[in-house]
């Protein structure tokens, strides 16, 4: 695992770092600087879970280098176990491969640098210096960028051979420059340590690709970039600034040849110096990104670098070799929890069905208990009783219902029945389920109901390890998605009864015409339609063979479904049947109206079709998202809930959610 690290401003004091203080440390080239600093060369993941960092220095002399026995690293502020080791000849060093960039455009040959040093063979200089210092286990490429760019030498570890191809170079043609970078890119591959080590005069001339693309290939390679510019100005080495700086390197900008010897040699010197360092991971961190700051001695200087690191997880079974004074420690319990145990599972989810279980049997018992007591008593009077002969034939409570014709199901809706009245739902929930069409008694749905909730409370809560998120998610999804379904049901029925109601009408007003009366022009429309419309007028004409007036009954009809349009038609047949008149001419321009009006309401519903899509999507996937986070990944929704900033986001959502749902609404509803 390697990543393009920076190397940023550290401000910091590494808790146990041993009096080593990481202080204003920025990001270093390889080439020379006027004072010692430290350089994030690059880190990895290790199969046992260690983090293996790259770690140098730039600005060293030849004298000095970076004592492996003073090298302090904390991760997130807290010290941990460390050991680092010069790179060269390293059992973990990784592989370390430089590629040197030469610009052999003809400007390099004709100009000269201030020191009177033709531009070329300065630059010859100072990449054989390069070649002189470097490592021996550090393969060293050349690539060359004229009219064309070409890759001269492959990495190879024998230096001599590509400093014999480097003395032999002429120059000659345009600048090829972004195309160089992009062929080094790919030339040095994706693992180990990698470098670029540019010496160009100029801007790019004549390049395929444009300076993104060049930015865009550093970026994504992850390969360190210096540069050393002969150009005379700043503005033709700005582009080169960028790329160096996307490749967490440095552009150095000068006209001397003295200079850019030294900065190679520099380079070569900083390679030779750096060390491997073996960081054990705490598996309280690992598999997550926190900053590694690195501490160091010099010679006589302290340095350091610092980065945010993805650290490597833990191996199967975890790490054994991290020591206890690591961190705040936990509090671990001489004996293993309860909720450890293998058992544990299976007899909690037994003792909630027991208890479910114990509490329905009682709630049963009681309620079957009070019937055949209230049962002994009548049998008790009814011989003094003048119906005592008929009381046998008449049930005592209803024999039938949705939930079966058992005892414990009666007794469970005569428990929920009571409930229902003594809070005061049983007019509304009816109301709601008659108008659904849902074949069931306002007690049989609180049953269901209240099932649904705990089924799902129980579901979520097994799938997601007992967590309390979970659980409570499942009780308020199983409170919510009966009552949204009952909605819907409500809202789809009595939008087919209004596209139903053009032809009933005009098959009413036929049957008028034919000389039939209104029940029986409604009895014939019972007979020939079906859906709501039919199960309504058939209810209607019930009550009216019961002694309420027709009108009455379509009139409750019309309110049961919520109907403006049959309301109105109601209306037409009580003004009709006081002042007289044409009723079947009327209904019949009325059911003309309402068609040409329904067709006008679909043309409307077709063309609101992707904004009632969009608010259906918009509204639903935050709470499938929190959903699919608390059974899979709670740990990121208990950050919300256990933090004040977390309880303020969850809220200020929640109340964009319910206005933007509310506003989404309005816009895709339009009134015909």
């Known amino acids: 695992m390697h990543g393009r690290w920076s190397t940023r401003a550290v401000a910091r004091v590494g808790a146990g770092v041993a009096a080593l203080a990481v202080v204003g440390l920025s990001a270093s080239p390889a080439f020379a600087a006027t004072d010692v600093s430290g350089q994030w060369v690059g880190s990895s993941a290790q199969p046992d879970g260690h983090l293996s960092v790259v770690f140098g220095a730039t600005g060293l002399s030849a004298k000095d280098s970076i004592d492996p026995a003073s090298v302090q690293v904390t991760i997130d502020g807290q010290a941990v176990p460390s050991t680092a080791t010069p790179i060269t000849g390293s059992a973990n060093a990784p592989t370390r491969t430089t590629l040197l960039v030469m ?61 014999r191809t480097v003395s032999g170079l002429t120059a000659t043609g345009s600048t090829r420059l972004y195309d160089a970078v992009i062929l080094a890119d790919r030339t040095l591959g994706t693992t180990g340590v990698r470098n670029q080590l540019i010496i160009s005069d100029g801007k790019d001339e004549g390049s395929t690709v444009g300076a993104a693309a060049a930015i865009t290939s550093v970026t994504s390679s992850k390969v360190l970039v210096d540069a050393v510019s002969l150009a005379a100005t700043t503005a033709e080495s700005t582009t080169l600034s960028l790329i160096t700086r996307a490749g967490n390197g440095k552009t150095v900008l000068t006209d001397q040849a003295s200079t850019l010897t030294s900065s190679f040699a520099a380079a070569a010197q900083a390679q030779a110096s750096q060390v491997v360092i073996d960081v054990t991971v705490p598996a309280s961190v690992a598999g997550t990104t926190k900053t590694v700051v690195v501490g160091a001695k010099a010679g006589a200087q302290i340095i350091g670098a610092d980065a945010a690191v993805f650290l490597p997880a833990a191996p199967t079974g975890g790490p054994t070799d991290a020591p206890a004074s690591y961190g705040p420690q936990p509090v671990a319990s001489t004996t293993p929890g309860i909720t450890t145990r293998s058992w544990f599972l299976p007899v909690a989810v ?107 409370a129980l579901v979520l809560t097994l799938l997601s390890g007992f967590s309390p998120l979970a659980t409570i998610l499942g009780l308020v999804l199983g409170l919510t998605v009966p009552y949204v379904y009952l909605a819907f049901k409500e809202t789809r029925r009595k939008s087919r009864f209004a596209q139903q109601l053009p032809d009933t009408l005009q098959l009413i007003a036929g049957s008028l015409a034919a000389g039939y009366s ?43 479904m919520d109907s403006v349009d049959f309301a109105w038609v109601v209306m037409a047949i009580r003004i009709q049947r006081e002042v007289g ?92």
């Not at 020939?528 to 009139?555: H, I, K, Q």
Request: glycine residues 8%; neutral net charge; charged residues 20%.
């Open 350 to 456: 037994g003792a909630v069905a027991v208890g479910l279980f114990g509490l329905l049997a009682v709630a049963f018992l009681s309620t079957d208990r009070e019937n055949q007591t209230t049962g002994r008593v009548r049998r008790r009077l009814s011989r003094y009783s003048l119906t005592s002969r008929n009381e046998s034939a008449a049930p005592a409570v209803p024999t039938s219902g949705a939930l079966g014709q058992s005892q414990v199901a009666r007794s469970a809706v005569e428990l929920a029945g009571r409930v229902v009245q003594r809070g005061d739902l049983d007019t509304g929930l009816g109301a709601k389920l008659e108008a659904a069409g849902v074949p069931l008694r306002p007690a049989e749905w609180m049953i269901i109901h209240v099932g649904i909730a705990i089924g799902t």
């Open 581 to 672: 008149g044409n009723l079947a001419e009327v209904l019949t321009n009325v059911a003309a109206t309402m068609r040409e009006r329904e067709r006008l309401r679909r043309q409307v519903s077709v063309l609101s079709a992707e904004g009632r899509l969009s608010a259906i999507i918009l509204g639903a996937l935050p709470l499938l998202f929190v959903t699919y986070l608390v059974l899979v990944r709670p740990e990121y929704i208990s950050v919300l809930i256990t933090s004040p900033i977390g309880i303020v986001m969850i809220v200020v959502g929640v109340v964009l959610l319910i206005g933007g749902s509310f506003w989404l609404r309005k816009v895709v509803t339009v009134e015909v």
């Open 103 to 163: 610009d052999v455009s003809g400007s390099m040959a004709a100009g000269k640098t201030a020191d009177g040093v033709v531009r070329l063979a300065a630059a010859k200089q100072a990449a054989t210096t390069y070649l002189a210092a470097v490592p021996d286990d550090i393969k060293v490429g050349l690539v060359t960028f004229g009219d064309t760019a070409q890759v001269v030498v492959e990495p190879t570890l024998d230096h001599r051979a590509v400093a």
């Open 518 to 560: 209104l029940p029986q022009a409604v009895d014939t429309v019972v007979r020939e339609s079906d859906g709501p419309m039919a199960a309504e007028l058939n209810r209607a004409l019930v009550e009216a063979r019961l002694g309420v007036p027709m009108e009455d009954a379509l009139d409750t009809a019309a309110r049961r």
